[in-house]
């Protein structure tokens, strides 16, 4: 990559696209978090849920993250 591309990115902060550097351990655990969320979409109750109340969504995310592990 290049030198003068890198100090572009630099300067325009947040919305220069993506980051100069590759940082291995946020990747690392990014990922995590994305294939947990997709294993518990693959339970459809988790994926098509139309609950009203923010308690009510957390416990069905609750019971199929336990489920996912039994």
């Known amino acids: 990559e290049r030198a ?3 100090a572009n990115r630099r300067r325009r902060g947040s919305r220069g ?3 100069p550097a590759f940082d ?3 990747y690392k655990r990014r990922n995590v ?3 947990c969320f997709n294993r518990l979409k693959q339970g459809r109750s988790v ?4 609950d009203k109340t ?4 957390r416990a069905t995310v609750t019971i199929a993250a336990l489920l996912q592990w039994l």
């Open 17 to 19: 696209g993506r980051p």
């Open 33 to 35: 978090v994305e294939r």
């Open 4 to 6: 003068d591309q890198q």
């Open 47 to 50: 994926a098509t849920r139309y």
């Open 54 to 57: 923010a308690t009510s969504y």
């Open 24 to 26: 291995k351990q946020l």
